[in-house]
């Protein structure tokens, strides 16, 4: 089993920063991608950045030169740099693992970006 801790949501007004964060722990071998979904109110969950294997990632079109996705392997964690927030960020961040083949989801951070 994988657990997964996140931090960092909150509440923030347009053209913010806010700093994502999510550390996994539990049977892990070897994280295969790391990476970040989230959900707005009345939408289906979408995939906001990924980063795979050491460092090759992958951005949603709508967040591409605002948000930054990391990992610190030796933490098991991956961050989400989020800056000039606009409120259509709004929604609640997942952070994903792929461990041994199996997708795990942490339960969920809020983030609110007021106009």
């Known amino acids: 089993q994988v657990q997964l801790v996140g931090s960092g949501g909150g509440l923030v007004q347009a053209g913010g920063s806010l700093r994502l964060s999510c550390a996994a722990s539990?049977?892990?071998?070897?994280?295969?991608?790391m990476g970040w979904d989230r959900q707005a109110p009345g939408k289906q969950r979408e995939l906001v950045a990924r980063i795979i294997g050491g460092a090759g990632t992958g951005y949603a079109a709508s967040v591409k030169g605002r948000f930054t996705i990391s990992r610190d392997n030796a933490k098991n964690t991956v961050y989400l740099q989020m800056n000039s927030l606009k409120p259509e960020d709004t929604g609640v961040y997942y952070c994903?693992?792929?461990?041994?083949?199996?997708?795990?989801w942490g339960k969920g951070t809020l983030v609110t970006v007021s106009s």
């Open positions: 539990g049977s892990i071998f070897s994280i295969n991608v």
């Open positions: 994903k693992v792929l461990v041994n083949g199996v997708d795990y």
